[in-house]
């Protein structure tokens, strides 16, 4: 790196909020000033703007992307003695989200282009107990949800989509999070739709899920009701200043989603023919919204030394599979076990992915990736 030039981060929230601090702030002081601050106005309205983006009928917002996975598996009667297959290569919550509620979360592998569920694996793994399938979109990449769904459909389970990583992303055009029963948003600050801290929220088609979902973020309380309890629930309420911010940010989410598109269509351009695998670019009916723009080789750990030399930030998305975890060493995960997961554990990297990055620098990543193929 030249004295020149700065070093590209892997992704950056402050450039994201730089250009809407006016508006956010005053986002938060209308929420200060009005003094209402648990499920107000703002959580109504954000509601109804995050359902309307995706197409979906209800839309209700949560603390986390962690809580809008356990309660969606929970109103679907995921309980004790139950098993939901998720996949292993993703984050730990997919699968900690099956665990709290006393169910058994059953590893399956991923497929090798899209790093998402394999309908293949899932298949083998169905037994009398399965209860639920958790397909991630991984990366923003759509998993296979027609073989998803149909495998679901024929054995009488519930689909929960994790999309913290999949928003605007669709497939054969509908929304990630409005093809399964419920999916569950993460707007963790990093997202691709980020609070300014926690927040979380969950889309449902259904009336009777979303009145089940609306009791247990609330303390059991029933709907309307101050203090008639019908479930023992939980409190996940999303924040008034959390949804005072995503509204403001939920209006961009469309013009950041399409520029995260031309980044990665000028990553694929321009790391065409290196003995890299990329990302699929969307196509026969997915569009991905690339939350991570992860390449994969068997010199993962070489190509990110040479990156940071050259001030190129990148990261590895995930280094471990999920059933090789301590956490979950109880229920016997083996090397060898998931092959693709382990593989891509080995071998991905994430290269700098956000709204805000120039071309000119993801043609530096660019350059600095050829470079250490040469
Ligand atoms: C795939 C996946 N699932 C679930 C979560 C959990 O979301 P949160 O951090 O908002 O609890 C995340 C985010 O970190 C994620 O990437």
Not at 122 to 144: C, N, R, S
Not at 242 to 269: I, S
Not at 280 to 305: I, K, M, N, W, Y
Request: glycine residues 10%; proline residues 5%.
């Amino acid at each position: 790196m030249t004295a020149t030039e700065t070093a590209v981060p892997l992704l950056s929230i402050k450039a994201q909020n730089e250009g809407l601090a006016d508006e956010i702030k005053a986002a938060v002081l209308r929420v200060l000033d009005s003094g209402a601050f648990i499920l107000g106005p703002e959580n109504r309205a954000f509601d109804a703007e995050f359902a309307a983006a995706l197409g979906a009928k209800h839309c209700l917002g949560v603390d986390s992307g962690t809580s809008a996975l356990e309660l969606a598996l929970e109103a679907v009667g995921v309980g004790p003695g139950d098993e939901v297959i998720v996949p292993s290569f993703t984050f730990i919550a997919t699968a900690t989200a099956v665990s709290v509620l006393g169910a058994t979360p059953v590893f399956a592998d991923v497929d090798e282009d899209t790093l998402t569920l394999d309908p293949r694996s899932v298949e083998k793994l169905i037994t009398k107990k399965t209860k639920a399938l958790v397909p991630v979109h991984l990366f923003g990449q759509p998993a296979d949800m027609d073989a998803l769904l149909a495998l679901a459909k024929a054995k009488g389970l519930a689909v929960i989509e994790d999309c913290a990583q999949s928003h605007l992303a669709k497939y054969k055009g509908r929304a990630t999070g409005t093809l399964g029963d419920a999916g569950a948003f993460s707007f963790y600050p990093t997202k691709n739709l980020g609070a300014a801290g926690d927040a979380g929220a969950i889309a449902v088609g259904g009336e009777a899920l979303r009145d089940r979902i609306l009791e247990l973020r609330n303390c059991g309380r029933g709907i309307g009701s101050a203090y008639h309890h019908v479930r023992v629930g939980h409190n996940c309420r999303l924040d008034e200043i959390q949804a005072a911010v995503l509204r403001v940010k939920l209006r961009r989410l469309p013009e950041w989603t399409a520029a995260r598109r031309r980044l990665a269509a000028l990553y694929r351009e321009r790391l065409a023919g290196l003995p890299l695998r990329l990302p699929p670019a969307g196509g026969g009916g997915t569009e991905p919204v690339f939350h991570l723009f992860t390449v994969r080789t068997e010199r993962r750990d070489a190509l990110a030394q040479h990156l940071k030399k050259h001030g190129i930030g990148c990261g590895v998305y995930y280094p471990l599979p999920v059933h090789l975890q301590p956490a979950y060493a109880a229920l016997g995960g083996r090397e060898g076990r998931l092959p693709v997961s382990e593989r891509a554990s080995r071998e991905a990297l994430s290269l700098p992915m956000f709204s805000e990055l120039s071309e000119a620098d993801a043609g530096r990543v660019c350059d600095a990736v050829r470079a250490f193929f040469k």
